[in-house]
C-alpha cells in the first residue's frame, strides 16, 4: 500500500503560482511513476502531469504546458507541482497519484492505483 498526502492549495489570483507537495510513504520503493490530476465541479477528473521515479522523464497535458512544472525528490518520497501563470480554468480538486506500473508514463485515470485525498486550488478572475 501507498499512501498520498497533498498539501499547498488555496486561493490564488489569475497570474499567480501556486507550488502543490504530495508525500508519499508506504510502499514507495516500487513507484514507477507519480502523477497529478484535476477535478473541476461537474467535469470529470482530467490528467495535469507525470514524472517517472527513476529517470524523472515527464509528459504534460496540453492545457498546461509551459505553466506547470512537475519534479520529484526520490530521497524525501515527494512530488510537487509548480503551477504558473494561473487561469480561472485551473480551478480544481488536484489529486497526486501513484503506479508501480508501466513502460510508459501512464496518463489516464485506471492506470493509477493509489490516489491521494486531494488539495483545493482556486484561483480569482
Known amino acids: 500500500q501507498v499512501q498520498l498526502v497533498e498539501s499547498g492549495g488555496g486561493l490564488v489570483q489569475a497570474g499567480g503560482s501556486l507550488r502543490l507537495s504530495c508525500a508519499a510513504s508506504?510502499?514507495?520503493?516500487?513507484?514507477?511513476?507519480m502523477g497529478w490530476f484535476r477535478q473541476a465541479p461537474g467535469k470529470e477528473r482530467e490528467f495535469v502531469a507525470a514524472?517517472?521515479?527513476?529517470?524523472?522523464?515527464?509528459v504534460y497535458a496540453d492545457y498546461v504546458k509551459g505553466r506547470f512544472s512537475i519534479s520529484r525528490d526520490n530521497a524525501k518520497n515527494m512530488v510537487y507541482l509548480q503551477m504558473n501563470i494561473l487561469k480561472s480554468e485551473d480551478t480544481a480538486v488536484y489529486y497526486c497519484?501513484?503506479?508501480?506500473?508501466?513502460?510508459?508514463?501512464?496518463?489516464?485515470?485506471?492506470?493509477?492505483?493509489?490516489w491521494g485525498q486531494g488539495t483545493q486550488v482556486t484561483v480569482s478572475s
Open positions: 497519484t501513484q503506479t508501480p506500473y508501466g513502460r510508459t508514463i501512464p496518463t489516464s485515470t485506471n492506470e493509477y492505483p493509489y
Open positions: 508506504g510502499r514507495t520503493f516500487s513507484t514507477y511513476a
Open positions: 514524472i517517472t521515479w527513476s529517470s524523472g522523464s515527464t
